[in-house]
């Protein structure tokens, strides 16, 4: 069992103490690590106990071990799956090869700014949602988003570790860099769109979180399967903490419409402003912002550059070794939706091009699926309502549909038209104010929740729903 | 027909991560386009997938007749109803080693009494000394400060697949492994279920006891160590244990709402007294009847759930502590407590609803009675009058060891 080394100043299980080098200049970054979370963490929580999850090995008895723990005091450290004995790269030009356990010197610039993007990510989202913890509607979910956002920053560990590691200086560069930038900010923005979005509410925290952390996970299993095995390692291990995050979003949101419903049948209407809970529309209208601004991460329908690092090994598609064809891709079409003459239908690009919209689409079936388990919750109410995803070429900023206009059921209009309806497919103004204004007090007492959501089927680790999963000081 | 406890997912709940699949290190784990599921015949309940789930939805156990198909799984919206445990269980006589020890427990008072009228019927004796349930040990953790003199063990035991039904105020008995220095199998110990009938956490078939560590001299000087209480103490957490009971039809909480409960006890005798409070906490924290507890210890380091006993809200639990030797402090017994709780306590003695529980060490209940004796002269009622009645209406129980 590879048992991490509390005893070490970063937890770790890569034998951090046998290469002096790397853990001096890990030492010398966590307490700028430690400066960002007093700066850019959880507002104004220091002292409070929480009852975290932490991670002490990679076994499955190891990685999910319970307990109250101060935040600043979280034990981030450095994990990585146990390696897979003889690993061959599955898929691109070095298909069959052993992986690497050392960078290529050719895709060196490559691999970093993967590495990069995809450790940007993490410190964003917990900036973003650094304020929630005011207006959190239980103990439960303050228990929720504080371990989320623990392992967002776990999470950047993993990626800073790999810099460091593998990237020299180069690699310490960028690791400081991604302190130094921030979500929202207009001089030094965070890289990726999405994340510097606001998320001032808990239905866009939960949408943000079912949604945008389901891009971070395809993003991360194609990540799993790269040639570079330090990198797949990691991810491998990441996606079994991404899948928590997953779960705050799925019920959270879930938990909004159950309460929706109650109050639809108690009170036999569809007004529910004046019962201070959320209605069905505006959830549909939160659906539909946070996932066409989450389908644009993917980036450009037909892309080189993920061809490029497909074709290097670098990263590979959802489940690469699951799939049925000969993974290199070099004379395989793939059908991408275009608007053509006045119709969206597929035409076939070389696959190695339209790996970016694979993996969306990959996205957009498990995006789907929760959603049909919404619905389901609406069915049992016996409401008539279906919470539905948007077409793929709605509200998109970045690729081939960025020049149109399109409804959420997939019809081409004008920008005249466009304007005119936006606020009847996204939250309006009035919408965004309505929402945050159910945002209240903290509710602090254990066991109580917020009139505009319902309490979970079962609470964190098979404790009560009204276990005290916050104390504070 | 036997039952057993199958591991499956609830689909309610579940978000379809394949974490557990990923994680299952006998692949017991699939799944389709709707349901994630496990295949009983390979499932060998390791439980390592449990801790990993995000959701909790891997954490359903439930009885059943015979294994769910993996069809049936992939069909379900939701888990469908448990087996009920009467199907599949019978209880069986009180074997005569047990009649003798709770002979021994309620003797002082006259016997055994009925149980409250209110209770749920008890199972006994459906794991017999031929054929005992082997529970795992979940976690054993000390109760009493490092330093306390006296050692008290808090041992959750997990019953895995197999059901057994306890309800709160009744034993387990364990027989110690080994034979005695006649050669012979080690009598059976009872030991008082620290937890409600739903187990020590819902959801999960396992139970807690309280145990003291016997290890004492006696008058000549040599030091007796009691073989059950030791062995318990000293079991890890993944020890396999044998198990027989339940035990005990008659030290049953009553479960109507309007129950007074007065819970009188010492030491491990607050076993019994948190499986109560445990249950009323979970099913009923509104009821209209009162929780009234009565515990001595000799410090605070000493009495078992000292921490969790005082974070009980006053609304679920009137508590009041009683120790005899704090340094600088004057000598404080239960019954000290009682006396100082008079009014109260007399305000009780007249309703139909209350029940007296007595749980401790040997003689404690002479102190219990004279106290309940003075309060009722202070307030012009009879107790011998009172005790006849409760006993024959079932509600006032006593076990001394």
Known sequence: MSTIDYAEKIPNNVNLSEDRKLQRALETWQPHYLDWWRDMGPNGTPNYDVYLRTAISTEPDGWAQFGHVKMPDYRWGIFLAPPVADRKISFGAHKGESVWQEVPGEYRSSLRRLITIQGDTEPASVEQQRLLGATCPSLYDLRNIFQVNVEEGRHLWAMVYLLHAYFGRDGREEAEELLARRSGDADKPRILGAFNEATPDWLSFFMFTFITDRDGKYQLAALAESGFDPLSRTCRFMLTEEAHHLFVGESGVGRIIERACQVMKESKTEDLRKFGVIDLPTIQKYLNFHFSVTSDLYGAEVSTNAAGAFHAGLKGRFEETKIGDDHQLEDTPYGVTHYVDGNFKPIEVPALNALNERLRQDWIVDVAKGVDRWNKVIQRFGINFELKLPHVAFHRAIGHFSDIHVTPTGKVISAAEWNQNKDSWLPSDEDRAYVISLMGAAVTEPGKFANWIAPPARGINSQPVDFEYVRFA | ?401
Request: proline residues 9%; charged residues 25%; glycine residues 8%.
């Open chain 2, 1 to 401: 027909m036997e039952l057993k406890r199958q591991h499956l997912i609830d689909p309610v709940i579940c978000i379809r991560c394949n974490t557990c699949e990923e994680t299952c290190p006998v692949n017991a784990i699939t799944h389709d386009d709707r349901n994630y599921v496990v295949d009983a015949s390979i499932c060998n309940n390791c439980r390592a997938c449990v801790p990993p789930c995000p959701t909790g939805a891997i954490d359903s156990w439930l009885m059943s007749s015979r294994p769910w198909t993996l069809e049936e799984q992939f069909s379900w919206d939701d888990l469908p109803p448990e087996a009920k445990l009467e199907e599949g269980l019978e209880s069986g006589p009180e074997p005569a080693e047990v009649t003798a020890i709770i002979d021994v427990a309620t003797a002082s008072t006259g016997g055994r009494v009925p149980p409250p009228f209110s209770a749920a019927h008890p199972y006994v004796n459906v794991y017999s000394r031929e054929s005992p349930a082997t529970a795992r040990v979940a976690g054993n953790f000390r109760l009493t400060d490092p330093d306390a003199e006296s050692d008290i063990h808090h041992v959750v035991l997990d019953f895995g697949i197999r059901p057994f039904p306890v309800l709160e105020g009744q034993s387990i008995g364990i027989i110690p492994p080994g034979v005695d220095d006649k050669g012979r199998p080690h009598n059976i110990r009872l030991y008082s279920v620290a937890s409600p009938r739903d187990g020590e956490r819902p959801h999960h078939n396992n139970l807690a006891v309280t145990v003291k560590r016997v290890r004492a001299k006696d008058d000549s000087g040599k030091l007796i160590e009691g073989i059950g209480s030791n062995y318990v103490c000293d079991l890890k957490k993944g020890d396999q244990v044998l198990v027989t009971g339940p035990f005990g039809d008659t030290f049953l909480m009553p479960n109507h709402p309007e129950a007074n409960i007065v819970m009188i006890c010492t030491g491990t005798g607050a076993a019994p007294f948190r499986g109560f409070t445990e249950r009323r906490r979970r099913k009923a924290p509104d009821a209209a009847g009162k929780l009234l507890l009565f515990f001595g210890a000799r410090t605070p380091g000493e009495l078992p759930y000292c921490g969790p006993l005082m974070k009980l809200p006053p609304s679920l639990i009137d508590v009041n502590l009683a120790y005899s030797r704090v340094p600088g402090e004057p000598k404080q017994y239960v019954q000290d407590k009682m006396r100082e709780r008079d009014t109260d306590l007399a305000a009780l003695l007249k309703s139909e609803h209350s029940y007296i529980y007595i749980c401790g060490l040997k003689g404690m209940e002479q102190g219990v009675e004279e106290a309940l004796s003075d309060i009722c002269r202070l307030h012009d009622l009879n107790w011998t009058e009172i005790r006849a009645q409760l006993r024959r209406e079932g509600r006032y129980h006593v076990e001394t060891y």
